[in-house]
T-cell receptor
């Protein structure tokens, strides 16, 4: 699986936007970019995924660079409940391959 | 819709004892995964089932870990005998399809402490 690189930790103020970066310079053409997050004492939960175009859902937005070698997860207005570890994961479409988690980014939201 | 159910939530055992974890995936989900998450690390896949067949168990320590998914629904993960380094959270996940963009749904996990 292609590797992703994320900062170990980030801080944000409550009610401000948060941009979580992810580098994936070895991404292949069939790799989707998935984001999951893990709240304290819970299992990971799906946030968003995309292939080439930017994506929006009720939780977040995903901005994908034109060359697809990096992406950014955007939380438009951070709340204290968004404090979690955020994982950026590449997953090939059409295969039975599982999600391979890295270390993720620990997001701290300050009141 | 009910989520992925796991039990027990917590288990404390002594090394060399055995333990079993149970998972009930979301109804209709064909694929089931067991992940191990050691404190401070991301989850690591142990085994993936498609219905009741094993798709990938390359990272399962088969000398002490075993898993089964009878009738393609519930699954059990067993550790026998346990070692100190098995202390971790064991996460079960399920998805409707085997790969591609299928979203994984995780349970809350079973936290194992080996003394």
């Amino acid at each position: 699986d292609a590797k992703t690189t994320q900062p170990n930790s980030m801080e944000s103020n409550e009610e401000e936007p948060v941009h979580l970066p992810c580098n994936h310079s070895t991404i292949s053409g069939t790799d989707y970019i998935h984001w999951y997050r893990q709240l304290p004492s819970q299992g990971p939960e799906y946030v968003i995924h995309g292939l080439t175009s930017n994506v929006n859902n009720r939780m977040a937005s995903l901005a994908i660079a034109e060359d697809r070698k990096s992406s950014t997860l955007i939380l438009h207005r951070a709340t204290l409940r968004d404090a979690a570890v955020y994982y950026c994961i590449l997953r090939a479409s059409g295969s039975a391959r599982q999600l391979t988690f890295g270390s993720g980014t620990q997001l701290t939201v300050l009141p | 819709e009910a989520g992925v159910a796991q039990s027990p939530r917590y288990k404390i055992i002594e090394k060399r004892q055995s333990v079993a974890f149970w998972c009930n995936p979301i109804s209709g989900h064909a694929t089931l995964y067991w992940y191990q998450q050691i404190l401070g690390q991301g989850p690591k896949l142990l085994i993936q089932f498609q219905n009741n067949g094993v798709v990938d168990d390359s990272q399962l320590p088969k000398d002490r870990f075993s898993a089964e998914r009878l009738k393609g629904v519930d699954s059990t993960l067993k550790i026998q005998p346990a070692k100190l380094e098995d202390s971790a959270v064991y996460l079960c996940a399920s998805s409707l399809e085997a790969g591609g963009t299928g979203e994984l749904f995780f349970g809350e996990g079973s936290r194992l402490t080996v003394l």
